[in-house]
T-cell receptor, first 111, second 117 residues
């Protein structure tokens, strides 16, 4: 079945430093979605990328979808303590609406 | 986005009892909902797809008689953990599928932490 891997598994950064998480799917995706889960919380939808090579920005967050539509990245510029949490990418299974979630990257911020 | 309510947020029960978790779509009619299970520091594992008016579709390895899903209306899906045991202790999260154009996005409930003693 489809597998979605993320690296790194954990990332500790000083506040103000940049952060990047990478997502790789074993299959080509029709779209990729990103979610953020705060400690003790539930996943919150961040963004959906659909087009090959697409880049979208949300303030300090930059999302990119690879040309082959099998990988994606999330880059956060100048991290803040509010960025703490686990970031998951997720891709739909072929032919249905089920999502396969990536392994997640847990971000912690050192004040 | 969609607003999803999940109840209860936390439940502690004795081994052998059954626990019902409710997932409500508050601002639109959800034909499809999903139930996930998440262990500490792990990713979300899909348990089943809940379709209004029909039987749920369970993922491989998920016991349908253990985890009963009912989606009797377009705003409510329930997950009942029957005869719960300590190994069923986990974080259970529901989501609703909101189709935007042709590509659906899932919006999640706040989750239910189940502790079985």
């Amino acid at each position: 079945g489809q597998q979605v891997m993320q690296i790194p598994q954990y990332q500790h950064v000083q506040e103000g430093e940049d952060f990047t998480t990478y997502c790789n799917s074993s299959t080509t995706l029709s779209n990729i979605q990103w979610y953020k889960q705060r400690p003790g919380g539930h996943p919150v939808f961040l963004i959906q990328l659909v087009k090959s090579g697409e880049v979208k920005k949300q303030k300090r967050l930059t999302f990119q979808f690879g040309e082959a539509k099998k990988n994606s990245s999330l880059h956060i510029t100048a991290t803040q303590t509010t960025d703490v949490g686990t970031y998951f990418c997720a891709g739909p299974d072929f032919g249905n609406e089920k999502l396969t979630f990536g392994t997640g990257t847990r971000l912690t911020i050192i004040p | 986005g969609a607003v999803v309510s999940q109840h209860p947020s936390w439940v502690i029960c004795k081994s052998g009892t059954s626990v019902k978790i409710e997932c409500r779509s508050l601002d639109f009619q959800a034909t499809t909902m999903f139930w996930y299970r998440q262990f500490p520091k792990q990713s979300l594992m899909l348990m089943a797809t809940s379709n209004e008016g029909s039987k749920a579709t369970y993922e491989q390895g998920v016991e349908k008689d253990k985890f009963l899903i009912n989606h009797a209306s377009l705003t409510l899906s329930t997950l009942t953990v029957t005869s719960a045991h300590p190994e069923d202790s986990s974080f259970y999260i529901c989501s609703v599928l909101h189709n935007t154009g042709t590509r659906g996005i899932q919006y999640f409930g706040a989750g239910t932490r189940l502790s079985v003693l």
